[in-house]
């Protein structure tokens, strides 16, 4: 009887709220109460009978469901593409019997071009599917689908091009044309696009699938790939290629994510649980046990010619998306899936209209949702029409104020919902102060107003200085709490009217409410202002248990009596506080028009440099290298460049622009190719054959992830003889990366390359790289030893010691720098034999070389 009582409650109840719902577009007059009174007393008696009906349905589904439990239900489930180790989970719950113990036949779909996932499951073709963040642009667009569980927490895509087209970060997007699947990452662009402000008219983006064939031949530009597959692809073929992670522009969406039709979780709730249930068993075992997964997809007959050893590197790839050691398989959140949505819908430029918590399943609400769909389909069956029909008239007024009150309620809500958008977007979402995106405006104001009433404000920009080694040793986790406390730290030493900003991951600007009309008076202000920022700093802070030491570098730049701009007014308490940064003394600096003339006068070089390659004012020089007879053994390639307006400059003058820049890579491979040409060409001349070329090779050059594999495309493309290449290194390359460094230097010395330790002695060399590695096969004497030697007896006692190591060593040695035949006489006395320098001949065009090359065979 409770539970009778209990399942009338329900239905009552339930039917009281249904009605109130359907009854609230009511056109007609209200009728009389003792009309509506004799009906509602019809009403329940047809409530009363559905109870009826209600508890023979509880006693018959349980029957229903043991019979139809005696043959697997067959369900299908399509992949987004290829069956690779993004499925690996849904094979391993099939090859196991996960999915049979839950009562499942599940058929596993290969992707389809003609038809993708989406399109399946909105078309009830098949019943689940997996995509990427396209689905939740398919629900936002009005699709019914409701997102199970996303298998990757960090979506792993990437835009692909080839090293010659110099595409290395979203601006040199701008005129290219890019492939890119729609089901792989073409949200991901478009977000990209829209955080870089580059309008998709600035690019053509082709929906199709990005085949490397279309890059390798030019057809496309640059394609959208997953990180976890096609990028190996060209590693394995040494092909050099640029990628563009959009990770590393803040874009980290879910991927791999499961959904299914919102009809599907509504009429087989059960059936979804266990489908659910017994993929994410399959997934935790296939995490767990790698090698077993690779072999449940190549033997499901849809892997193709996949390789087991790429299935087993993409299966170690994934351990970064999934995260299965940190979070539960599956696990999505509430929070971060609606700053996706708020996202993906800032596409259009409007507020998402469907909210994000119906798009994701929950399994508590599911329950729920299932009992009240009972109740309702059994009221619905009984009572609903006949009451619509004769309670029709009964709410109309009353419906026509909610439906008013209702439709104010929502244009509130969007407004609201609006300005809350456009003000995430101008806040800093860890600490909740304006970002830099919220700095212009405040800026701008201010600077009209110190215009308009002839008065000065200053500006100051503060970088943590020790930050980055901090965020590196500890994560991210005490890097935000740190940020937090620092914030919280400035706050207090703010005044009334200052206002402050954080515009990067550990920098801050402050600008403060005091404004004077002598400028001098505010510089002394705000010296002692920033100097007051600083001491609580000086002590250790604690954060989450740990005691931080926090050092920061501030730059001033007090605003100009006209009005300037916004963006240069910070960017000159930028350049103060570099200033700041480079100097040993001073933890505060004001802005220096002479420092905004060398960040100018760089930048202007920086661009030459680059037209400078693009227009071939790159030249080779070479010096001569002889033995004790006079005899040409080899020559030292030292780059020069022919400037169209400037003339001859001195590589001292671009070479450390070329180095800070990273423009040596570029530079570096350009004179590389160049010498290996001229070997070629040698190799055909019998007086010139023997002679070996001498490169020098930069510590950024062979530290960069690219060096080895860009030599080995370039020996490979000239046809060079690796033995007569001859890289010049100085000891500053041990200085860090020394285990990857000296694996580099193994596996190009293995292709047959030598390497000279250059200018020995005067940097820093652990002799255990020279007695262990044995890769050097030359040492060079450093001209200021050489210079000095018969003036300087110390300066002898180091030539002395470098001749004997490296004899002991089996290596030969070099003297550079040789002027005069006095300095040659004695090195030779002291038992070198090789020399290099103005004596034997200066750096000449190869025109010139071959002319003495010719005069010294003759």
């Not at 992707?111 to 689940?128: D, P």
């Not at 001498?694 to 080995?712: E, G, I, M």
């Not at 030779?828 to 010139?848: D, V």
Request: charged share 25%.
């Amino acid at each position: 009887m409770q539970s009778d009582a209990f399942c009338v409650a329900i239905l009552f109840n339930d039917f009281r709220f249904h009605l109130h719902d359907k009854l609230s577009g009511s056109k007609h007059p209200v009728v009389q109460g003792s009309a509506l009174k004799s009906t509602l007393k019809h009403a329940l008696r047809m409530i009363l009978i559905a109870r009826g009906f209600l508890l023979l349905a509880i006693c018959v589904l349980p029957f229903q469901s043991a019979v139809g439990a005696t043959e697997p239900e067959i369900i299908r489930l399509q992949l987004k593409s290829r069956p690779y180790f993004q499925a690996a989970g849904f094979y391993t719950a099939q090859a196991l019997g996960f999915y049979r113990a839950e009562g499942l036949n599940v058929q596993i779909l290969p992707g389809n071009r003609n038809k993708s996932s989406l399109q399946s499951v909105a078309g009830k073709t098949t019943e689940y599917g997996i995509s990427d963040i396209s689905v939740l642009t398919a629900y936002l667009q009005g699709a019914p689908l409701i997102a199970l569980a996303s298998f990757y927490q960090h979506a792993p895509f990437k835009l692909i091009s080839l090293k010659s087209n110099n595409i290395v970060e979203p601006e040199d997007l701008r005129g290219r044309r890019i492939t890119v699947d729609k089901e792989k990452g073409l949200t991901h662009l478009q977000v990209l696009l829209k955080r870089e402000d580059i309008p998709q008219s600035a690019i053509t983006i082709v929906d199709g699938d990005a085949r490397m064939e279309e890059l390798l031949n030019g057809t496309t530009d640059v394609i959208g790939v997953l990180s976890t597959w096609e990028p190996a692809s060209l590693d394995e073929r040494h092909i050099a290629y640029n990628e563009i992670n959009t990770q590393d522009y803040g874009i980290d969406f879910y991927g791999n994510t499961l959904f299914t039709h919102a009809d599907e979780a509504r009429a087989h709730p059960e059936r979804l649980e266990a489908f659910l249930r017994a993929s994410k068993k399959g997934w935790m075992y296939a995490m767990e046990h790698p090698e077993d997964a690779v072999r449940f997809i190549l033997q499901s007959g849809h892997a193709g010619s996949v390789t087991q050893e790429r299935l087993m590197q993409q299966a170690d790839e994934m351990k970064g998306q999934v995260l299965a050691d940190l979070v539960d398989i599956g696990h999505m959140n509430t929070k971060r899936w609606q700053l996706i949505a708020n996202e993906l819908t800032n596409l259009n430029g409007a507020p998402a209209a469907r909210p994000v918590q119906q798009f994701l399943y929950d399994p508590v609400s599911s329950q729920k949702n299932r009992l009240m769909h009972k109740i309702f389909i059994a009221t619905i069956a009984t009572a609903l029409f006949v009451l619509i029909l004769l309670l029709w008239n009964v709410l109309m007024q009353r419906a026509v104020k909610k439906r008013t009150s209702a439709l104010q309620d929502e244009i509130g809500k969007r407004i609201l919902a609006q300005e809350q958008l456009s003000e995430s977007i101008r806040t800093d979402q860890l600490t909740g102060l304006p970002n830099e995106r919220g700095i212009p405006d405040r800026v701008s104001q201010l600077l009209t107003d110190c215009a308009e009433t002839e008065r000065y404000a200053a500006l100051l920009f503060i970088d943590l200085s020790n930050f980055q080694r901090v965020a590196l040793t500890f994560g991210r986790d005490i890097s935000d709490s740190i940020i937090v406390r620092v914030t919280q730290v400035l706050s207090r030493g703010l005044k009334p009217g200052d206002f402050l900003a954080r515009v990067g991951g550990d920098q801050f600007v402050i600008i403060p409410g005091y404004q004077h009309r002598n400028r001098q008076r505010l510089a002394d202000y705000s010296r002692e202002y920033a100097e007051q920022l600083q001491r609580p700093f000086e002590s250790l802070l604690r954060v989450k248990g740990r005691e931080q030491l926090i050092s920061m570098k501030i730059g001033i730049a007090i605003s100009e009596s006209k009005c300037q701009s916004a963006d240069l007014w910070i960017k000159r308490a930028e350049l103060a506080m570099h200033d700041s940064k480079n100097s040993e003394n001073e933890s505060v600096s004001f802005f220096d028009p002479e420092s905004e003339k060398t960040v100018l006068s760089r930048s202007n070089l920086e661009l030459d440099i680059r037209r400078g390659l693009e227009q071939s004012e790159f030249i080779p020089f070479y010096q001569l290298q002889v033995d004790e007879a006079g005899e040409a053994i080899g020559v030292e390639a030292l780059i020069r460049w022919q400037h169209r307006r400037r003339g001859m400059i001195n590589p001292d003058t671009f070479i450390l622009v070329s180095e800070e820049s990273g423009l040596i890579i570029t530079v570096g491979a350009w004179m590389i190719e160049t010498v290996c040409q001229q070997l070629v060409a040698w190799a055909h001349q019998p007086n010139r054959r023997h002679l070996s070329i001498s490169v020098n090779v930069s510590a950024r050059q062979l530290h960069h992830p690219d060096f080895v594999s860009t030599v080995q495309a370039i020996l490979e493309k000239t046809g060079a003889n690796p033995h007569r290449l001859r890289f010049e290194v100085t000891e500053s390359i041990f200085l860090k990366k020394t285990q990857a460094t000296i694996s580099k230097l193994r596996q190009l010395k293995a292709k047959g390359v030598t390497f000279s330790l250059d200018d020995f002695g005067t940097g820093y060399c652990s002799l255990a790289y020279l007695l262990q590695q044995q890769i050097f096969s030359e040492i060079k004497i450093a001209k200021p030893f050489v210079s000095v030697a018969l003036s300087n007896p110390n300066a002898g006692k180091i030539i002395d010691s470098i001749i004997t190591l490296a004899g002991c060593l089996d290596m030969t040695i070099v003297a550079e720098g040789v002027e005069t035949i006095e300095q040659r006489d004695y090195l030779y006395q002291h038992g070198c034999r090789q020399f290099q320098g103005y004596l034997i001949s200066r750096p000449a065009r190869l025109s010139e070389l071959e002319e003495l090359l010719d005069k010294n065979t003759a």
